[in-house]
Structure formats: structure tokens, C-alpha cells
């Protein structure tokens, strides 16, 4: 049972590989005007969520 297990780097870089294909995908169809303006609307608003945890994080990561 232990030899199917799948080591937690690998099962990371995995998840972090299906994630940049979709990130790439959503990238291409905004870019071709492909989504509804809902959508855009949600990827505008999380945009702007990740901008501010980024700008909160800056000041511990010059701190450490």
C-alpha cells in the first residue's frame, strides 16, 4: 500500500502544473474577448485580491 503513494513534491508540482495550464487557458480566451462579462468581472475581482495580499505580505517579506 505504501509503494502508491505519490511523494507530496511531486503530487505539488502536479497540482501546480494543472493550475498554470488553466491560468493559461483563462489567459487566452480573455485575451480573444472568449468570456462572458461575468467572468471577467470575477477574474477582475480576484485580481485585485491577490494585488492586495501581495502589497499586505511585502512589508514581512523586506522585515525578514
Known sequence: MIGDLIPREQAIADARAVLDRARLRIARDRAAGRL???HELIIRRLERAQ???AAEQA???AAA
Request: hydrophobic content about 0%; cysteine-free.
Open 59 to 61: 512589508p514581512r517579506r
Open 36 to 38: 462572458s462579462p461575468e
Open 51 to 53: 494585488r492586495r495580499r
